[in-house]
């Protein structure tokens, strides 16, 4: 059952990076409509903030796939040097940490999202859109980085010591 449940989160870690994918093309889309509206003298209303939406987008839901990709800064350099037992703890503590960091993260971005749902609040440039609608890619983003640092807690406590 768990190699299930960590097969699904794996999915859910690269499905996440390939919606951050998407999201990082409609930027690079905008800035060229953006550029192209210059030139060609016509104004697309709100296409900077879109850009910014979709920037916040794929920065957050690309956060679990980065990580489950070894793609984020680490301490490697700091716990190669460290014996197997020792490592393990330091690891074991530093995944603990992110996990407190992350727990926040996700904590805060979705009560922001709900606050942002219960008064209506609406982005202040010239799109006047409902802001929860970009802050929910970024509470997802955060919601499903905050899983990933668990799951990677958990299997590091259930990894057995192979030396």
């Known amino acids: ?6 097969n699904y989160l794996r999915i859910l ?3 996440s990076g390939y919606i951050a994918a998407f999201f990082l093309i409609l930027v690079a889309t905008f800035i060229l409509i953006g ?9 697309i209303r709100g296409l900077a903030e879109y850009s910014g939406y979709c920037m916040a987008a794929s920065s957050f839901l690309a956060l679990a796939y980065t990580f489950g990709e070894n ?3 680490r301490i490697t350099l700091f716990l190669e040097k460290a014996k197997d037992k020792t490592r393990k703890i330091l690891e074991l503590w530093c995944l603990f940490v992110a996990s407190i960091f992350s727990g926040f993260l996700f904590y805060y971005f ?3 999202l709900l606050i942002s749902i219960k008064f209506r609040e609406r982005s202040e440039g010239a ?20 899983i990933c640092i668990v799951h ?4 590091l406590i259930l990894k057995k010591n192979s030396n």
């Open 127 to 146: 799109d006047e859109i409902y802001i929860w609608i970009p802050q929910l890619s970024v509470a997802i983003g955060s919601t499903i980085f905050f």
């Open 1 to 6: 059952m768990l190699c299930k449940i960590d």
């Open 71 to 73: 793609g984020h800064i």
């Open 13 to 15: 870690y690269r499905l």
């Open 110 to 112: 979705v009560k922001m």
């Open 152 to 155: 990677n807690f958990i299997l």
């Open 35 to 43: 550029i192209a509206s210059r030139i060609f003298d016509f104004y």
